[in-house]
């Protein structure tokens, strides 16, 4: 694993953040999403996974996969700069928007990493 890029990871969180930077802007298609503008700057993903973090993680690092999540569309186009895990205290969506707040972040596609609840977007632009 490359640590340096590893703020906080416990195997054990269900919950996690990886943040992903553009060097330049980009169009993009995500999946049955369809296509959009990801504008140069940095991105939040807010993920879970209920067992295999340390895979999960690493699944996610890669750029050559078959694509599966929302953010598999997205990783090939950008550098992987920071990663940190939670516990499942808050929940996937309240975490969501506790780091949204936190960084004064925009939700910039709907249903991005939340086709599987009510959030508008699991996916954060902090510029």
């Known amino acids: 694993m ?3 890029i590893y703020e906080s990871i416990n195997p054990k969180h269900t919950l996690y953040c990886i943040y992903l930077k553009l060097e330049e802007d980009q169009l ?4 049955k999403l369809g296509e959009y503008f990801f504008h140069k700057g940095t991105y ?3 993920g879970s996974a209920r067992k295999n973090m340390i895979k999960r993680i690493e699944r996610h690092k890669k750029v050559q996969k078959k694509f599966h999540w929302h953010f598999d569309y997205l990783r090939p186009y950008g550098i992987v ?3 940190i895990t939670y516990d499942e205290r808050l929940g996937e969506c309240a975490l969501a928007e506790k780091i949204r707040k ?4 925009m939700l910039p596609i709907k249903g991005f990493g939340s086709s599987d609840c009510r959030c508008l977007s699991h996916l954060i632009y902090i510029q």
């Open 81 to 83: 700069t920071k990663i």
């Open 44 to 46: 939040i993903y807010v």
């Open 102 to 105: 936190k960084n004064n972040g």
């Open 28 to 31: 993009i298609k995500v999946g």
């Open 2 to 4: 490359d640590n340096n």
